[in-house]
């Protein structure tokens, strides 16, 4: 018990349950229309009791907000409308005290074009700052695509004063930094240490591909290691804070999603799976766990120490880049068929519920997903109780709207005028703030909120999830998925199906190779029939395990128990989470 423990507590990240807050859309304390830290430390019990683990702030320092905080002016600093250094501070503390975990965005491919360094770089070429970032006499050789087709058309920059091209892997106004230059290294590594030594236990690391690629990019030189700027900030993360972790975002082929682990556990920690996520969303528009299952069996190995973090929704388009054309279509058919949904020719500017016209069937069936499937889930902000979006916010602004606490006029989320919230406020239709709160959805047991606190709950209570071998079962049902997680003696099992037909499932547990499993009784967890026990049909012949019934687009999670009675935990390290 105590090697189970120690694991679980060590490796704490791969039991943890994130949530993504962008800290100025969840909470306004001084009523100027913009959420903040003091807001955000009086939501800590909320979302204590929700039971997430570790909160993802999205950009927290000063910025001119051209692409939300992803443009930093400043890197020992956090934005004056979120607050000052001792609001952060506070927060973490009471995030501490609270069980919660802080981890934030690091962005450090690129600085805004108003950060100093940037500023004493384009006044001279031989400025000491000019080679911190990245310079050309002509952009003869373009790095693969834009990031934001329709809005910049080069990854490269004219600088009129100094006559020549800077490098921008995003907006122009973000020029990249050098990261093969050892004092850009260095100032990493001081602005990880600044963090950490406020309480935070880790970092989101942005844009982690463009860190580590070296093609066709003059001062990012592949004769060197390019995994060094990774593995550097991972060494210096650890010296100083054995416990803090790097999540990195990498949108990348499965083929080459294991370079960001680094051969001996040595790189990140974790990774956001936009494999899976994409796999997700075609199975979800088909109606058909295949495409969820060939995108689970691409994903590789990783080393022990690492893991996949999956996710629903994430704050910006939902990109379906690693989809074919035809398949793209068949998700846009489904859940983006105007074009003012779309965006970049190969993402969505929606949140899931109004995807599915508030399906609550089908919205439950993805959280349960979310929190079954192997690795490390992420919540973002109002999932839990089917937060909508604003269309007409332009671009991927569409997501980011205040959170609904209330049915009061500011949904709760601040007393300013709805017309001067930063964040666009849902008012109206079925998703508006009178609909979907969070005040009404915990006095409603049946509510979403409580559904989805449930499954959070039940997932930290089942380690074999995250620190387990798993793999697909084996149904008579094309519609459904079925898998199982087994772990230092635990097994849980989950059923999903994706058809909106009731259907009685067999299911080849494989259990002939789980010692003692085979003989050993079968517990339901959770299921969508909140309240009710399993439904089974009785076995034919007597004796024989009995089908399961699930409701269309039902799930059901399952705990295998030993004949033994015990739901012992023999001694042993983690098995690999993958495959
Ligand atoms: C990824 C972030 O998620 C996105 O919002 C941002 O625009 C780019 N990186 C550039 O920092």
Not at 276 to 300: C, F, I, K, T, V
Not at 434 to 456: E, F, G, K, T, Y
Not at 512 to 522: C, N, P, S, T, W
């Amino acid at each position: 018990m105590q090697v189970r423990s120690g694991f679980i507590s060590d490796l704490w990240w791969k039991n943890a349950v994130i949530y993504g807050v962008d800290v100025k859309c969840f909470q306004d304390s001084d009523d100027d229309g913009i959420g903040d830290f003091p807001g955000l430390t009086e939501r800590l019990e909320y979302l204590a009791s929700l039971g997430v683990t570790c909160l993802w702030l999205l950009p927290i320092m000063p910025s001119p907000w051209r692409d939300n905080g992803y443009d930093v002016t400043d890197y020992y600093n956090v934005h004056p409308r979120l607050g000052t250094l001792g609001d952060v501070v506070d927060c973490l503390r009471t995030a501490r005290e609270l069980g919660l975990r802080v981890i934030t965005d690091l962005v450090v491919n690129h600085t805004s074009d108003q950060h100093p360094w940037f500023q004493q770089a384009r006044s001279s070429r031989d400025n000491p700052f000019r080679d911190w970032y990245v310079w050309r006499d002509r952009p003869d050789k373009e790095p693969e695509g834009v990031s934001f087709p329709g809005e910049e058309d080069s990854n490269w920059c004219f600088d009129e004063g100094t006559g020549q091209w800077y490098l921008h892997r995003f907006y122009h106004f973000q020029p990249d930094l050098n990261i093969e230059n050892p004092k850009v290294r260095r100032e990493i590594n001081k602005m990880m240490g600044f963090w950490l030594q406020l309480g935070f236990s880790g970092f989101r690391i942005d844009a982690a591909p463009f860190l580590i690629e070296t093609a066709g990019i003059p001062g990012k030189t592949p004769d060197h290691d390019p995994q060094a700027p990774l593995r550097d900030m991972r060494g210096f993360l650890s010296r100083r804070r054995g416990d803090a972790i790097l999540l990195g975002e990498a949108n990348v082929a499965p083929d080459r999603l294991t370079d960001y682990f680094g051969e001996r556990g040595d790189e990140l920690h974790l990774l956001l799976n936009f494999v899976l996520n994409q796999g997700l969303y075609l199975s979800l528009a088909r109606e058909d766990p295949g495409p969820l299952r060939d995108h689970l069996e691409e994903l590789p190995k990783v080393p022990r120490i690492g893991q996949f973090v999956n996710f629903v929704r994430n704050a910006d388009e939902l990109t379906l880049d690693k989809l074919s054309k035809p398949e793209q279509e068949e998700v846009f058919r489904r859940f983006a068929p105007e074009a003012s949904m779309r965006l970049y020719g190969h993402g969505i500017r929606r949140r899931l519920p109004p995807m599915v016209d508030g399906d609550r069937r089908r919205i439950e069936l993805a959280y349960s997903l979310l929190f079954s499937l192997p690795d490390t889930p992420l919540l973002l902000y109002g999932e839990e109780i089917g937060l909508g979006d604003d269309l007409s916010t332009p671009g991927r602004g569409s997501v980011r709207v205040a959170m609904q606490w209330t049915d009061r006029p500011g949904g709760g989320f601040s007393d300013a005028d709805p017309g001067e919230f930063l964040p666009p406020l849902v008012s109206e239709g079925p998703f508006g703030s009178r609909q979907v709160n969070v005040a009404a959805q915990r006095r409603d047991p049946r509510s979403l909120l409580n559904r989805v606190a449930r499954m959070i709950h039940l997932r930290r209570e089942a380690p074999e999830i995250g620190f387990g071998r798993w793999r697909l079962l084996d149904t008579d049902q094309p519609g459904v998925l079925a898998h199982r997680c087994d772990w230092e003696g635990g097994t849980f099992v989950a059923l999903h199906n994706f058809t909106g037909n009731a259907v009685q499932v067999k299911l080849d547990l494989g259990d002939d190779d789980v010692e003692g499993v085979g003989a050993g009784r079968v517990e339901e967890l959770f299921a969508d029939q909140a309240e009710e026990h399993l439904e089974t049909v009785p076995p034919e012949p007597p004796g024989a395990r009995p089908p399961f019934a699930l409701q269309p687009f039902g799930y059901q999670w399952l705990r295998l128990h030993r004949d033994d009675g015990s739901d012992g935990f023999r001694a042993g390290g983690p098995t690999a989470s993958s495959g």
